[in-house]
């Protein structure tokens, strides 16, 4: 693929017999110059270089050859593993803007990658690509977070408040953190937990585990459990919320800004998505004279915010929910963080993962907080 298409040469006619012999000798060289190359070729200064290697030098064009650790790989993904420290949003820009090309053509991020395409990366202002600044200590908390660890596969408790990677106003995430403070190069999220949810999350450190795990998470063999705390006392101990979520965004604010993306039950809409969430009663309190259920949740599907909204949508929000609990939303700072926190793993040929619930939210069921 070149960045620049050659101007098209006049095709020799051997039906037409008055050239002239300077004519005739044009026609000859064009014959033997090799203007046909095969399409992957590049000019020598635009030889591709591996999608394995790191980019060096993020301000001039760059040509990666995908190889079969990126064979399948979307488009999205295969960028924001390779261009480290740019905002997500900015990577989503870049393909819309036709700044990515695959093959020389358009893409768009949901696109598979296939061995040996050839991705074309204009060049990026360094101002916009940032390396994460973490401190040793920091860093250092992190490492002490794992909970798993083999040689293909990373397990995180991540701590409530921390995005899983940078974008959407955040410098950075747990994803990028994770990378400058293991010095490893290749570290991948397998799946996404809210920025406010503790608990576990998945990160694989070889893209055979990677796609290992997300065809679990695809068909529905890899079970994740949750705890959480809601507003009452539900009434069933053991029940299945099944009802179909749509994703929204919310009317733009006066000062233009875009609004946020929310998710509800919507029974009536094609584009609703099914959605299952089990739940089981473990304990019932109360906390600061309001009745609260201490809850175990599967979600049997994987949809944005289902267990938040599932919850909600029988009466009974989560505790510091700021989107779905219509107390929290009017002020209510009584509890100080969403209390939803991924509590287990179940992955088919691994030993169950769990992470006990963290402190803060241990000190609201035993009535302990400030």
Same mark, same amino acid.
């Given at each position: ?5 050659? /101007? ?5 006619? =051997? ?12 026609? &000859? ?7 046909? &190359?095969?399409?992957?070729? &590049?000019? !020598? ?15 001039? $064009?760059?040509?990666?050859? @995908? ?23 900015? @990577? ?9 090309? $695959? ?15 050839? @991705? ?47 974008? /959407? ?20 999220? $397998? ?25 679990? *998470? ?16 539900? /009434? ?7 009802? =179909? ?17 929310? $998710?509800?039950?919507?029974?009536? /809409? ?46 009974? =929000? *989560? ?18 963080? *969403? ?8 992955? !088919? ?12 939210? &241990? ?8």
């Amino acid at each position: 693929m070149t960045e620049h298409s050659q /101007s098209p040469k006049r095709p020799a006619h =051997p039906s037409k017999k008055r050239d002239t012999p300077s004519r005739q000798s044009a026609h &000859q060289t064009a014959k033997r110059t090799p203007s046909k &190359q095969p399409p992957s070729k &590049q000019p !020598p200064s635009k030889q591709p270089q591996s999608a394995d290697d790191d980019i060096l030098d993020f301000a001039k $064009v760059n040509y990666l050859t @995908v190889t079969r650790q990126q064979h399948d790989q979307r488009v999205d993904n295969f960028l924001l593993g390779r261009l480290k420290g740019l905002p997500r949003s900015h @990577v989503y820009n870049m393909i819309r803007s036709d700044e990515i090309r $695959v093959n020389g053509k358009r893409c768009k991020p949901h696109d598979k990658l296939q061995r040996n395409d050839v @991705v074309r990366i204009a060049p990026i202002k360094l101002a916009t690509r940032e390396k994460p600044v973490i401190s040793p200590d920091f860093a250092q908390s992190l490492l002490e977070r794992i909970v798993y660890e083999d040689e293909g596969l990373i397990v995180l408790n991540k701590p409530s408040g921390m995005a899983v990677h940078g974008g /959407s106003g955040e410098s950075f995430g747990v994803i990028e953190a994770m990378r400058e403070a293991t010095g490893k190069k290749y570290l991948e999220l $397998v799946h996404r937990i809210d920025k406010d949810t503790s608990g576990l999350l998945m990160i694989a450190k070889k893209r055979s585990t990677l796609k290992t795990l997300q065809e679990h *998470l695809r068909e529905k063999t890899l079970q994740k459990t949750y705890l959480c705390l809601v507003v009452g006392w539900i /009434s069933s101990e053991t029940q299945t919320i099944d009802k =179909p979520l749509l994703k929204y965004t919310l009317p733009a604010t006066q000062e233009g800004k875009s609004g946020e993306r929310r $998710v509800k039950v919507d029974v009536k /809409s094609e584009d609703s998505k099914p959605s299952q969430t089990q739940i089981n009663v473990l304990q019932k309190f109360e906390l600061n004279g309001q009745k609260v259920s201490l809850i175990e949740a599967k979600p049997l599907t994987g949809r944005t915010h289902q267990i938040r909204v599932h919850l909600a949508s029988i009466g009974h =929000p *989560l505790l510091g929910d700021d989107k779905y609990n219509p107390n929290v939303a009017k002020g209510d700072k009584s509890v100080r963080r *969403l209390c939803l926190h991924a509590y287990q793993l179940a992955i !088919p040929e691994y030993e169950t993962i769990t992470a006990e619930l963290p402190v803060d939210m &241990q000190n609201l069921i035993e009535n302990q907080h400030d």
